[in-house]
Nanobody
Framework: QVELVESGGGLVQAGGSLRLSCAAS???????????MGWFRQTPGREREFVAA????????DYSDSVKGRFTISRDNAKNTLYLRMDSLKPEDTAIYYC???????????????WGQGTQVTVSS
């Protein structure tokens, strides 16, 4: 069993930055260090949208076109923590951000087995 807890969300002006964290607690099964991890986001009335993913080694990352060049995903396996650095934030980045973990690497939410509760990010214009 894996519990994921996001933090770091908040209100920021357009052009600003935030860093989200996702702390993992693993009580059984695969350790965090070999879980593939990702960030997704969702706004009311819309489907959950892929943002970024990182393979368990850290050797591969993928981003959605809408955040590429502005967001950076990273992980610290010693701390069981996933990060999302968000720069040059835009009002359209406003959403609830979720971290997710899975055994199979992919960019689709169906590839992920574990989900956090989410953290709200609001970007004002």
């Amino acid at each position: 069993q894996v519990e994921l807890v996001e933090s770091g969300g908040g209100l920021v002006q357009a052009g600003g930055s935030l860093r989200l964290s996702c702390a993992a607690s693993v009580t059984s099964g695969r350790p965090f260090s070999i879980l593939n991890m990702g960030w997704f986001r969702q706004t009311p009335g819309r489907e959950r949208e892929f943002v970024a993913a990182i393979i368990w080694t850290g050797g591969r990352t993928d981003y959605s076109d809408s955040v590429k060049g502005r967001f950076t995903i990273s992980r610290d396996n010693a701390k069981n923590t996933l990060y999302l650095r968000m720069d040059s934030l835009k009002p359209e980045d406003t959403a609830i951000y979720y971290c997710a973990g899975g055994r199979i690497y992919g960019l689709d939410s169906s590839k992920f087995d574990y989900w956090g509760q989410g953290t709200q990010v609001t970007v004002s214009s």
